[in-house]
């Protein structure tokens, strides 16, 4: 058998690279919530907060970018426009990106309360 066997993706290093992202474009909130333990559906929700929609979009541009500078791109991206709620799909983590009225409404961190947060294992 030839060709080469690639080794599996960081996970933990790419999320924290999202949260250097959403860092730096000035998110409010950010949770990391670790899912790997009662969930198949990804390892990790990162969920953050933008002040309005333009914030929430800056946010999720900017994550996309710093991905895409590791050729790592979403899965699938839902809600950008109008920027209420903005969920990047990359597989092994969710990045939810949401303006605070519509994180509040939804409050996944008590729908996945079960996670463990483990958000202070990610931000500097």
Known sequence: MSGKVQSPPDIPARCRNVVAAVEDRKAINLRVLELSQISALADYFLICSGNNERQVQAI???VVEKLRAEKV???HVEGYQPGRWVLLD??????HVFDESTRAFYALEKLWADAPDV????VK
């Open 90 to 95: 990359y597989g092994d983590f969710v990045v």
């Open 60 to 62: 999720v541009d900017a």
């Open 119 to 122: 958000t202070a294992e990610f």
């Open 73 to 75: 791109r979403p899965h």
